[in-house]
């Protein structure tokens, strides 16, 4: 089961679409720091239009290519790696940006640049929610 919410851009990061913390099972293959190829099971832990922050038991460099299979859809992606994050559990956070646009990739309606939670499009919503 996946979670999701969605995060507002950062002051001075900014970002071309908004992130959606949402957990989709992937399957990620390349070449780690030392060369050597590897394939592993994983997941995300934000999603957006142009790529992911995900989990890698690999490690990685700066700059690799990648590519990310979605595990419910077949679909498979080629990436670099963007950002490199910290190490918990034996696991790095690992941001990656697809090489070529793709943003139908997680099946997600992202909203857009300028919304928040505080939109009068979010109150509504919220308010029609409550009322089921």
């Known amino acids: 089961m996946s979670r999701v919410s969605t995060t507002s851009t950062n002051i001075g990061a ?9 957990q989709v099972g992937i399957r990620v293959r390349g070449k780690d ?3 050597k190829d590897f ?3 994983t997941e995300t832990l934000a999603v957006n239009a142009h790529g992911a922050l995900i989990l890698l038991n690999a490690r990685v460099i700066s700059g690799a290519v990648i590519h990310v299979k979605h595990t419910k859809t077949g679909v498979e992606q080629e990436c670099h790696v963007a950002f490199l994050g910290p190490v918990r559990n034996g696991r790095a956070e690992v941001g990656v940006e697809f090489s070529k646009p793709s943003p139908n990739f997680w099946r997600v309606a992202f909203p857009p640049e300028d919304w928040s939670p505080k939109s009068p499009e979010a109150r509504t919503a919220t308010k029609l929610g409550a009322q089921k």
């Open 39 to 41: 394939e592993e099971m």
């Open 14 to 22: 900014r970002r071309r679409s908004q992130r959606v913390l949402m």
């Open 33 to 35: 720091a030392q060369g």
